[in-house]
């Protein structure tokens, strides 16, 4: 089995029932500029949002990462981002996730995630996949045990989680 990294030939669409994952296009700027960080700086108005877009578009061509929008697949609103980044060594991926607030509590992550943990595995041929969150995100915490994510470290501010291809292909 050979590995399957980014970029692909066309950009991956992942569709379930409640969300559709799609490539986010500068026209998403207005909606995700709340949502929009890179290296941990969030953008503060459309422009920036935009900028931070292509540096993210850039990593994906140079096979570092794959960054989807998420969209209700009613309504078609942009209500969360989610993908993979940092690159992929040792076949491992880190799965990172943003949902707008007004969308919390309503599975639109959870859905998102089960997606992109299933292209981890079956596209890009992931053997562990992590996830980082801040100890004070207790969402986020509930959301990767829901998806049978381990808590595997713990820094000052911070918990990793991870999920080995293993249990992925078991659960």
């Not at 309504?75 to 799965?95: D, I, P, Q």
């Not at 943990?117 to 915490?141: C, V």
């Not at 990767?144 to 659960?171: G, H, P």
Request: aromatic residues 12%; negative net charge; hydrophobic residues 35%.
């Amino acid at each position: 089995m050979t590995t399957a990294y980014p970029p692909y030939k066309n950009f991956p669409m992942l569709i379930s029932n409640q969300i559709v994952l799609r490539q986010v296009i500068n026209a998403d700027a207005d909606e995700i500029m709340e949502i929009s960080y890179y290296d941990g700086i969030q953008a503060s108005n459309p422009n920036e949002a935009i900028e931070m877009q292509k540096k993210i578009n850039q990593d994906y061509f140079q096979g570092d990462s794959i960054h989807w929008g998420i969209v209700d697949a009613q309504s078609s609103k942009l209500v969360g981002t989610c993908g993979y980044y940092r690159g992929f060594a040792n076949n491992t991926g880190e799965l990172g996730y943003v949902l707008k607030p007004s969308f919390e509590g309503r599975g639109y992550m959870t859905n998102a995630l089960k997606k992109a943990i299933e292209f981890g595995i079956d596209i890009i041929r992931l053997h562990k996949i992590i996830a980082i969150t801040e100890k004070s995100n207790i969402k986020s915490q509930n959301v990767l045990k829901r998806l049978n994510f381990v808590q595997e470290a713990e820094q000052d501010d911070y918990i990793t989680y991870t999920y080995q291809r293993e249990l992925l292909i078991n659960s």
